[in-house]
């Protein structure tokens, strides 16, 4: 009881955070009120049991998507202009929709609802085979790598296109980004800023540590390869904010990274090979080693370091490109 | 109270207008983008509202404790993959923005569309 | 080798997927174009392979990680799914083929290797949505194929193509997202993702409101992705502004893709299952598909730009797929099916010859081309034969599905033979749109146009290899009529 009356008071914060998101004519402050409706949300996929995707979203919509709309901010304009027209039509076909969507919801199972016909059918069969078959504690886990696999090598090559898609537009394609230039006052960082300097130099490797623990504790708690992704590159995105875009690119540079993100692609791709050249379909795990549970182990061991791979080197790519465009101006 | 089991369904289609709304009537292109990302995130809310389940637990099973009831982890992993898609779209859209800005030297649509018209 | 064919329909995907990062790596852009086009060759020749098992009536199923449906995600290859891997998986090699020529002026060298393997990103993620056989895993896909196609129209020559492409993007995400959301109050009601197993457990819960608002969404969803009229607005200019190599890959295939996966959801999960769906169908879908027609067609017919006329001109043929649909009858169905085949056909060669003509001319308005024909003879003929093509004219394949579209409103009687009027209308209305052009190249030359100076031989190969296709499938439609025969049986199958 007192959680759904946490969950709805949240909820409903969580709408005023999204109007106060659209009415604020100042694009920082939006940018900062999005994170926040980013961890507000984060909380109620908490509530609702959900702790990968409450770690995730987390991670992600108040990580990363900051930090990219921050940069994008930073090569743009931070101001809207009045907006003219048009609201009426806005107004009425999404009070028309949204309409719509609450009628359907009156023959919806209510929330927690155990006669649901989402607990009832596919669901039961993966809490009960995850034991037998893969021996895994994290029922996530064994979905996302092992019996939905597939869509989680779709998930790679959606996060690989869009970093060979903002390579494509932002960096200049010879793939050394800013390394030459030299450092303007922004790739310095923060490195006269005191207090910045010392706390985040004693955050970063706790952050990058944390997203190793992730990466490989996935099978037992929430995490896996896209937390730890996301997790190791705000460490080095950070280090990279204190200490300039040289230092971090000189740990790992735009051709590392490249490689990174091939390598993580391959890796994935290749383990889904084995399964064909073992002699059974493409992506089954359980032919890799001579005992099926040992074989799905470790390919979901492999694959979600793939999952790592590429995530960290898209993701630091983008930040760099980001970044290296900045310089140019 | 059986209505209120329902709360979560009506927040969900409120948020996502609110995203459709933002992407309607605003011109400026990063606004657009940020009401893009509220439309993804509200899809998440209605697929994670399905998995719980009453007395349920997270999807992560007790080794010593059979009578545990876990909530469905289905929707979970869907929305794992939808958050990756939500984060790439968003990549890509503000590197064109920022292309855009750079081309036109500015981000309202309705001066770019201004500029393309001469 | 037999147990390699078994894993056909996983290496359609697959193969494009797995070159990717290696063109990626690859910086040189003449080995990434050839790593390119030869898995795109390979894509060509699976999906040979696999509309050939399919003409014969097989419907291959494989369960990746071997697990089984609906628990694991399934791939289904049927008649259906086979003729749209041919126009996809055909439409990257010859697009491919004039891509060397026609992108040199276009992207700049050291950009290409990106380029490329957002091609083939493109390629796998349209080929995942047609072999798809669960509603998540296409969404998944879909988002692959829209991310690399963002990518590919913003390698657009022109600063507009930046604002084209963003609304693409902006669009396509709300229509992924409406489909989405249809998927979840499917998964909502029935438990499952798997479509097949959707078609059996929808049965129970069909008059629930959640599920009727689900069609509602995917259809618009779909429909907002296959630019299905009015919801096209993104279509023009993202055609227009892409590079002419793209504009010929996307325009013969990426619409009709989303239109696929409209077509099997509403026939497989919704027809049959749902009172009343048919006529919602028809009521829905018809007068839409004849706005398109009628509209789509005049506003090709007053466009100055070629490129973008020609994307109108493929506004109206979404219409002319979606009319045949309409009718929910076996000859419309397979009329709209064999439209789709056939349309990626006379578009694609038009397209081509843009392309063909931009190498030699700076002209992109139609009132330029003057004097176009004896600069360029046998890229403006391939024009006129592909125009043809378009128009409907028999023995070009442009007729074949428009035929059966027509004599399946005539089973209407009187209402049927209305419903043809603006069909009849729209085709009247290309002939002259066509003409504007034929007329404008054929008039007398301006200035140094009457120097010869013809397209590079491989592109000039490859855009007369795809109009004598047009020529051939239009006197032989027996490959894509069987296949739209046996698609259009599957998706009637109550």
């Known amino acids: 009881m007192v959680v759904i009356v946490f969950e709805i008071f949240l909820l409903t914060l969580l709408v005023i955070t999204a109007v106060g998101i659209v009415r604020s004519r100042d694009l920082f402050s939006a940018v900062m009120l999005l994170g926040l409706f980013s961890l507000q949300i984060a909380v109620i996929f908490f509530i609702l049991d959900a702790a990968d995707v409450a770690l995730t979203e987390a991670a992600v919509g108040a990580g990363v998507s900051t930090v990219l709309l921050l940069g994008a901010l930073a090569l743009t304009s931070d101001r809207e202009a009045r907006p003219k027209g048009r609201r009426l039509l806005a107004l009425g076909v999404a009070s028309i929709t949204a309409l719509i969507l609450i009628y359907a919801s009156f023959d919806q199972p209510r929330l927690g609802d155990p006669q649901a016909p989402v607990h009832q059918h596919v669901a039961p069969w993966y809490l009960e085979q995850t034991p037998k078959q893969i021996d895994v504690p994290n029922v996530v886990t064994a979905i996302l790598a092992s019996f939905r696999g597939y869509d989680t090598l779709g998930e790679l090559f959606v996060i690989f296109t869009a970093g060979i898609g903002v390579l494509f537009l932002l960096a200049d394609g010879s793939g050394r980004g800013a390394r030459s230039q030299l450092p303007s006052a922004e790739a310095q960082g923060l490195r006269h800023h005191l207090i910045p300097r010392v706390v985040g130099a004693l955050l970063v490797p706790f952050i990058v540590l944390f997203g190793l623990y992730v990466q490989f504790h996935g099978d037992f708690g929430p995490g896996g390869g896209f937390q730890a992704g996301a997790l190791v590159s705000a460490g080095v995105i950070l280090y990279a904010l204190i200490e300039g875009e040289a230092s971090a690119l000189r740990v790992l540079s735009f051709r590392a990274l490249a490689g990174m993100i091939a390598a993580g692609a391959l890796l994935y791709t290749g383990v889904g090979l084995a399964g064909i050249l073992r002699g059974s379909q493409f992506l089954d795990y359980s032919v890799l080693l001579a005992d099926p549970i040992a074989g799905q182990h470790l390919g979901i061991i492999l694959i979600e370091l793939g999952v790592g791979l590429t995530v960290t080197g898209v993701l630091l790519t983008i930040f760099h490109a980001f970044a290296a465009r900045a310089q140019k101006r | 109270m059986e209505l209120l089991g329902l709360y979560n369904y009506w927040v969900f289609p409120v948020l996502l207008m609110t995203g459709l709304y933002a992407i309607m009537s605003r011109a400026n292109l990063i606004k657009k983008l940020i009401g893009l990302s509220m439309f993804q995130a509200a899809v998440f809310l209605l697929y994670i509202t399905m998995d719980k389940i009453e007395g349920g637990t997270a999807p992560i099973l007790q080794a010593g404790n059979p009578e545990q009831l876990y909530s469905n982890p289905l929707p979970q992993v869907l929305i794992l993959t939808a958050i990756v898609v939500g984060i790439a779209t968003l990549a890509l859209g503000l590197a064109i923005v920022v292309r855009i800005s750079e081309t036109y030297g500015t981000i309202e649509e309705d001066e770019i569309q201004g500029q393309d018209a001469e | 080798m037999s147990?390699?064919?078994?894993?056909?329909?996983?290496?359609?995907?697959?193969?494009?997927?797995?070159?990717?990062?290696?063109?990626?790596?690859?910086?040189?852009?003449?080995?990434?174009?050839?790593?390119?086009?030869?898995?795109?060759?390979?894509?060509?020749?699976?999906?040979?392979?696999?509309?050939?098992?399919?003409?014969?009536?097989?419907?291959?199923?494989?369960?990746?990680?071997?697990?089984?449906?609906?628990?694991?995600?399934?791939?289904?290859?049927?008649?259906?799914s086979a003729l749209l891997l041919l126009m996809v998986t055909g439409a990257s090699v010859f697009a491919l083929l004039i891509a060397r020529r026609s992108l040199e002026a276009e992207i700049p060298e050291q950009r290409l290797h990106l380029f490329y393997a957002a091609w083939l990103l493109a390629l796998a993620g349209l080929s995942g949505i047609v072999v798809a056989g669960d509603a998540f895993?296409?969404?998944?896909?879909?988002?692959?194929?829209?991310?690399?196609?963002?990518?590919?129209?913003?390698?657009?020559?022109?600063?507009?193509?930046?604002?084209?492409?963003?609304?693409?993007l902006v669009m396509g995400t709300i229509g992924a997202t409406f489909y989405l959301i249809g998927v979840g109050l499917i998964y909502m009601m029935t438990g499952t993702l798997n479509i097949a197993d959707m078609e059996m457990r929808?049965?129970?819960?069909?008059?629930?409101?959640?599920?009727?608002?689900?069609?509602?969404?995917?259809?618009?969803?779909?429909?907002?992705?296959?630019?299905?009229?009015?919801?096209?607005?993104?279509?023009?200019?993202?055609?227009?502004?892409?590079?002419?190599?793209?504009?010929?890959?996307?325009?013969?295939?990426?619409?009709?893709?989303?239109?696929?996966?409209?077509?099997r959801f509403d026939f497989v999960v919704f027809q049959g299952n749902q009172a009343g769906h048919v006529a919602q169908f028809a009521m829905f879908m018809l007068p839409l598909a004849i706005f398109a027609i009628v509209i789509a067609s005049i506003l090709a017919l007053r466009e100055a730009n070629l490129k973008r006329m020609l994307a109108y001109s493929s506004v109206a043929q979404i219409g002319y797929i979606l009319f045949g649909a309409g009718l929910v009858s076996a000859t419309g169905l397979t009329g709209g099916i064999a439209h789709m085949f056939n349309h990626a056909l006379a578009k694609g060669a038009l397209f081509l010859a843009v392309a063909c003509l931009a190498t030699s001319l700076s002209a992109t308005a139609v009132s330029d081309l003057a004097g176009a024909a004896r600069r360029m003879p046998f890229t403006m003929a391939a024009f006129v034969i592909a125009g043809l093509s378009l128009i409907g004219i028999p023995g070009t394949a442009?007729?074949?599905?428009?035929?059966?579209?027509?004599?399946?409103?005539?089973?209407?009687?009187?209402?049927?033979?209305?419903?043809?009027?603006?069909?009849?209308?729209?085709?009247?209305?290309?002939v002259l749109y066509i003409w504007r052009v034929v007329e404008s190249a054929y008039s007398s030359p301006a200035g140094d146009m009457a120097?010869?100076?013809?397209?590079?031989?491989?592109?000039?190969?490859?855009?007369?290899?795809?109009?004598?296709?047009?020529?051939y499938f239009g006197l032989q439609p027996s490959l894509p009529l069987d296949l739209a025969r046996s698609a259009a049986a599957r998706l009637l199958l109550p």
């Open chain 3, 137 to 168: 895993n296409i969404f998944v896909f879909m988002e692959i194929s829209a991310l690399a196609t963002y990518v590919l129209v913003a390698g657009g020559p022109r600063r507009q193509a930046l604002p084209a492409v963003f609304r693409y």
């Open chain 3, 202 to 263: 929808i049965r129970d819960v069909s008059d629930l409101r959640p599920v009727l608002v689900a069609g509602g969404f995917i259809t618009v969803g779909l429909a907002l992705k296959a630019a299905v009229f009015p919801l096209h607005a993104w279509l023009p200019n993202a055609y227009t502004y892409a590079p002419n190599a793209v504009t010929v890959f996307i325009a013969a295939c990426s619409t009709k893709v989303s239109l696929y996966v409209l077509l």
């Open chain 3, 398 to 430: 442009g007729f074949i599905g428009k035929w059966f579209i027509v004599v399946a409103a005539l089973e209407h009687g009187v209402a049927g033979a209305l419903l043809i009027l603006p069909v009849l209308a729209g085709s009247l209305i290309a």
């Open chain 3, 3 to 80: 147990s390699l064919a078994t894993h056909l329909p996983v290496l359609q995907v697959v193969v494009p997927l797995l070159t990717a990062p290696l063109v990626f790596m690859l910086r040189q852009h003449g080995l990434a174009w050839a790593a390119t086009t030869a898995a795109s060759l390979c894509a060509f020749a699976v999906a040979i392979e696999l509309s050939t098992a399919a003409r014969g009536g097989a419907t291959l199923v494989y369960e990746v990680g071997a697990w089984p449906a609906p628990y694991g995600i399934e791939l289904v290859v049927d008649a259906f």
């Open chain 3, 451 to 471: 120097t010869r100076q013809e397209a590079p031989l491989p592109m000039l190969a490859t855009l007369w290899f795809v109009v004598l296709l047009n020529v």
